[in-house]
């Protein structure tokens, strides 16, 4: 059993930058995938970023490659969502993911009925 909790959400401007945290509890941490998702009002869950276990593959989504990064911190059981150049079309709320697995490419970790464990979830808002 992983719990996720998430911070670092906040109402900025577009352009500013904002880093999301999730820490998870558990100790196995190191060997599961972690993702980050989003759901703006009125719309389905999507995909943003992934990052395999040892932090050497990761997979954006089409919309936030070259402005947000994703990285993660085994050995404080979390995971980061740097985000630089933030749009108003970013303003959503953006859920921590993860699930069990040690292998390399993430690029097909983009569904989120793969995930069996998430966050609660932290508001980003980006005003114009």
């Known amino acids: 059993q992983v719990q996720l909790v998430e911070s670092g959400g906040g109402l900025v401007q577009a352009g500013d930058s904002l880093r999301l945290s999730c820490t998870a509890s558990g100790r196995t941490f190191s060997s599961y995938v972690m993702a980050w998702f989003r759901q703006a009002p009125g719309k389905d869950r999507e995909f943003v970023a992934v990052?395999?276990?040892?932090?050497?593959?990761?997979f954006y989504a089409v919309s936030v490659k070259g402005r947000f990064t994703i990285s993660r911190d085994n050995a404080k059981n979390t995971v980061y969502l740097q985000m630089n150049s933030l749009k108003p079309e970013d303003t959503a709320v953006y859920y921590c993911?993860?699930?069990?697995?040690?292998?390399?490419?993430?690029?097909?970790?983009?569904?989120?009925?793969?995930?069996?464990?998430w966050g609660q979830g932290t508001q980003v808002t980006v005003s114009s």
């Open positions: 990052i395999n276990w040892r932090s050497d593959s990761t």
């Open positions: 993911a993860a699930r069990s697995g040690t292998y390399y490419s993430v690029s097909r970790d983009t569904n989120h009925g793969e995930y069996a464990y």
